[in-house]
């Protein structure tokens, strides 16, 4: 490891670093330690702060480092000149490192938060001590300085690791008050991955209770964030049971969520093989389609992601039925998520829970697990993914010009090569001389969707 230059002492005692901690130390990325040394050359104080000391406490590896400056921005700016300022109401510079970018944040003190968002105004200082004590958690609340090897733990975040505890700092009702999405986090910061789901301490958890209203003054974005990562989580489904009990989805979803027993049992199965937006999905399986609209466009969801949760809503109550073409153009239709939704659909059904749709549902479990296992032992296409014929053949062999009975037919033939795994254009020649396409409705051909 490069030798590391001592800044600027901080104004609070800190303890030496545990062995597991200088381990990490030692390791540091080269272009981090350049940046800790290049701030402490101008005689600046540093330290790494929030979740990256939290990670290492718990012996993990942090995916972000984040640094604490009493420096200005204007200072840090002089020092990087390549640096970009990405925070500037909150004194963050965003530092570019070899292979990513380091924020490092100057050291303040927030007024008054009347909106329940964001501070009135901030003041820069030299206060390590004062910073820490605006932050949100304990386990958020601790700053290691690198050249000395010392930890500074003034609200006990150690002790609430261990004890698996998430505390707010200082008050709980004030803390909450300056930011209602520190609701949300408190519940993301509770999913401990392996360790499982920490307890939110007593105060915290009573000011949530009668705090929640707060998260109404979040904007969308900001909570859609937070909930998206609560959704990834490991243990999604306990906290979300823990969150429906205390009334706190209720705020940004529609509907009674305390009372749908139903819908937070399927939440507390094994969900590991689904993302965050189908675990969402699968959350609003008995949800109208305007409902799950209203919801996707109220969170402010990107356009992928609404689409990505309406599509999959729209298939719940619908089974293939366990035939080769059928099955094929549904495994070709869903790709990889073709046995996600037979998989969905088996919980739903074990939970008695009824879909909006409700249009195909099987008679038992024991449908669903056929077609998962006729859907196992199927071979894989020999036929590409592409048409086999282009609109410009279909025109020479129908007189057809452009237009949309052109493209349904080449849906139609491209449907027919899917489901009987045609490989030659020879065999889409002799089906297209079976079909009846002159005279029919070419709203009533086959296409490739389903359902």
């Given at each position: 490891?490069?030798?590391?230059?001592?800044?600027?002492?901080?104004?609070?005692?800190?303890?030496?670093?545990?062995?597991?901690?200088?381990?990490?130390?030692?390791?540091?990325?080269?272009?981090?330690?350049?940046?800790?040394?290049?701030?402490?050359?101008?005689?600046?104080?540093?330290?790494?702060?929030?979740?990256?000391?939290?990670?290492?406490?718990?012996?993990?590896?942090?995916?972000?480092?984040?640094?604490?400056?009493?420096?200005?921005?204007?200072?840090?700016?002089?020092?990087?000149?390549?640096?970009?300022?990405?925070?500037?109401?909150?004194?963050?510079?965003?530092?570019?490192?070899?292979?990513?970018?380091?924020?490092?944040?100057?050291?303040?003190?927030?007024?008054?938060?009347?909106?329940?968002?964001?501070?009135?105004?901030?003041?820069?200082?030299?206060?390590?001590?004062?910073?820490?004590?605006?932050?949100?958690?304990?386990?958020?609340?601790?700053?290691?300085?690198?050249?000395?090897?010392?930890?500074?733990?003034?609200?006990?975040?150690?002790?609430?690791?261990?004890?698996?505890?998430?505390?707010?700092?200082?008050?709980?009702?004030?803390?909450?008050?300056?930011?209602?999405?520190?609701?949300?986090?408190?519940?993301?910061?509770?999913?401990?991955?392996?360790?499982?789901?920490?307890?939110?301490?007593?105060?915290?958890?009573?000011?949530?209770?009668?705090?929640?209203?707060?998260?109404?003054?979040?904007?969308?974005?900001?909570?859609?964030?937070?909930?998206?990562?609560?959704?990834?989580?490991?243990?999604?489904?306990?906290?979300?049971?823990?969150?429906?009990?205390?009334?706190?989805?209720?705020?940004?979803?529609?509907?009674?969520?305390?009372?749908?027993?139903?819908?937070?049992?399927?939440?507390?199965?094994?969900?590991?093989?689904?993302?965050?937006?189908?675990?969402?999905?699968?959350?609003?399986?008995?949800?109208?389609?305007?409902?799950?609209?209203?919801?996707?466009?109220?969170?402010?969801?990107?356009?992928?992601?609404?689409?990505?949760?309406?599509?999959?809503?729209?298939?719940?109550?619908?089974?293939?039925?366990?035939?080769?073409?059928?099955?094929?153009?549904?495994?070709?239709?869903?790709?990889?998520?073709?046995?996600?939704?037979?998989?969905?659909?088996?919980?739903?059904?074990?939970?008695?829970?009824?879909?909006?749709?409700?249009?195909?549902?099987?008679?038992?479990?024991?449908?669903?697990?056929?077609?998962?296992?006729?859907?196992?032992?199927?071979?894989?296409?020999?036929?590409?993914f592409e048409p086999l014929v282009?609109?410009?053949?279909?025109?020479?062999?129908?007189?057809?010009?452009?237009?949309?009975?052109?493209?349904?037919?080449?849906?139609?033939?491209?449907?027919?090569?899917?489901?009987?795994?045609?490989?030659?254009?020879?065999?889409?020649?002799?089906?297209?001389?079976?079909?009846s396409w002159e005279n029919s409705?070419?709203?009533?051909?086959?296409?490739?969707?389903?359902?």
């Amino acid at each position: 490891m490069n030798k590391i230059v001592e800044g600027r002492k901080a104004d609070l005692d800190g303890i030496k670093c545990s062995e597991q901690t200088n381990h990490f130390l030692d390791n540091l990325p080269k272009d981090l330690i350049e940046i800790i040394n290049k701030v402490s050359q101008k005689n600046g104080g540093v330290w790494i702060v929030g979740g990256a000391v939290r990670d290492w406490m718990l012996g993990q590896n942090p995916g972000d480092i984040d640094l604490a400056v009493d420096l200005i921005p204007e200072e840090m700016l002089e020092i990087f000149n390549d640096a970009i300022l990405t925070g500037e109401e909150f004194g963050t510079v965003s530092i570019r490192g070899e292979n990513c970018l380091y924020q490092a944040t100057t050291l303040r003190t927030d007024g008054e938060y009347s909106d329940g968002r964001r501070p009135e105004n901030v003041t820069w200082g030299m206060s390590l001590k004062q910073d820490l004590e605006r932050r949100d958690f304990t386990i958020n609340a601790m700053a290691l300085d690198v050249g000395r090897r010392l930890l500074y733990d003034p609200h006990n975040g150690r002790i609430d690791l261990s004890r698996g505890i998430i505390r707010a700092v200082g008050n709980a009702h004030q803390r909450l008050a300056e930011d209602g999405l520190r609701i949300m986090r408190a519940y993301r910061f509770a999913d401990r991955k392996e360790s499982g789901v920490w307890e939110i301490e007593k105060s915290l958890k009573q000011s949530i209770s009668q705090q929640k209203h707060m998260l109404d003054s979040v904007s969308r974005e900001r909570i859609w964030i937070e909930w998206k990562k609560i959704l990834t989580g490991p243990n999604s489904g306990p906290i979300i049971e823990i969150m429906a009990i205390d009334g706190v989805l209720d705020r940004f979803l529609l509907g009674e969520w305390s009372n749908k027993f139903a819908i937070i049992d399927i939440m507390k199965k094994d969900l590991g093989i689904f993302t965050g937006l189908e675990k969402f999905a699968l959350l609003l399986c008995d949800c109208t389609k305007e409902d799950v609209k209203t919801i996707c466009n109220k969170l402010k969801l990107s356009r992928k992601e609404r689409e990505t949760i309406q599509k999959i809503h729209q298939m719940f109550g619908f089974i293939p039925r366990p035939s080769k073409q059928e099955m094929r153009k549904y495994r070709f239709v869903l790709q990889e998520f073709a046995e996600k939704h037979l998989i969905m659909a088996k919980i739903i059904l074990e939970n008695n829970v009824i879909v909006n749709q409700n249009k195909n549902i099987p008679s038992s479990i024991d449908d669903v697990e056929e077609t998962l296992r006729f859907l196992a032992e199927m071979d894989s296409l020999k036929t590409q993914f592409e048409p086999l014929v282009d609109g410009n053949w279909i025109m020479y062999q129908t007189g057809l010009t452009k237009g949309i009975r052109l493209g349904r037919l080449k849906s139609w033939l491209h449907t027919i090569q899917i489901e009987r795994d045609l490989t030659e254009i020879s065999q889409i020649e002799k089906v297209l001389s079976t079909l009846s396409w002159e005279n029919s409705d070419f709203d009533d051909w086959p296409q490739l969707k389903f359902p």
